[in-house]
């Protein structure tokens, strides 16, 4: 039995992340040392820190990742890719080019006979009125259309240069810490989701950038992923456990 693993948020492309191409070989070169013990890999969202696909267009760069993934899915690993808020404009091109299956919601699925809710995490319950606002502006069609009017090098870098603003104006580029069991939004959604979908044993998120392995029941965990800009950390499960892990160069324990 193979194994699966999790991970999210490597915002690749950020102009605030200093170490930005160290950053990609790393989380290409852990791809590589998994890719024999995979069955599948699931990437839960903002792999990149702006990402928009126009007809005929796609952003310069990420040869390495794009490459990686392709490799895997050429060898039969499922990688699945869940869209978060900074690349939710993905059309068909990482399906098609790289071959992997794309989830634009939240999933739940059976994975060796548990049963997981995977999500990227953003606008789950979250009360903020700006974001949400936000949140449903970028999911406009008509919206969409009108940026894809403008030429690549002016959205492109448009959208760049707004997610790198939208991160450094948090105190020191970083989200904030855990709040706590009862204020840490995507715990209080998930517990409020297990009281009508009680069988769900694994919540899985993106998003907060924390790492976090939380019981919420005897049967049933939520897990945050951090990510992949400091604390290089992913989760995997080998049918039986489930664990949260650093990435280490040069080294994979599971």
């Known amino acids: 039995m193979k194994n699966i693993y999790f991970l999210s948020d490597a915002h690749l492309g950020s102009r605030a992340i200093a170490h930005s191409r160290t950053q990609e070989r790393r989380l290409v070169n852990f791809l590589d040392q998994i890719k024999d013990k995979a069955a599948a890999v699931y990437l839960l969202g ?62 739940t699925c059976e994975i060796y006979g548990k049963l997981f809710y995977l999500a990227h995490g953003d606008g789950l319950g979250d009360p903020d009125k700006k974001f949400k606002l936000l949140r449903t502006l970028f999911h406009s069609h008509t919206l969409q259309c009108l940026f894809s009017a403008l030429h690549p090098r002016w959205s492109v870098e448009l959208g760049l240069t707004w997610a790198k603003h939208s991160r450094m104006k948090r105190a020191g580029g970083k989200e904030p810490d855990y709040m706590g069991e009862d204020r840490e939004h995507l715990v209080l959604y998930s517990k409020e989701y297990l009281k009508l979908h009680p069988d769900i044993n694994f919540f899985i998120y993106g998003h907060r950038h924390i790492e976090l392995d939380l019981m919420l029941n005897r049967n049933t965990r939520v897990l945050i992923l951090g990510d992949w800009i400091t604390t290089f950390t992913y989760a995997v499960y080998d049918g039986e456990h489930i664990f949260l892990e650093n990435y280490v160069e040069g080294e994979t324990r599971l």
């Open 46 to 107: 903002d792999m990149f820190d702006f990402w928009y696909e126009f007809k005929t267009v796609v952003p310069k760069g990420y040869t390495r990742f794009l490459g990686k993934l392709s490799e895997l899915t050429d060898r039969g690993v499922e990688v699945h890719y869940f869209t978060g808020n900074h690349d939710l404009w993905c059309g068909d091109y990482l399906e098609k080019e790289c071959g992997v299956v794309l989830h634009r919601a939240p999933l």
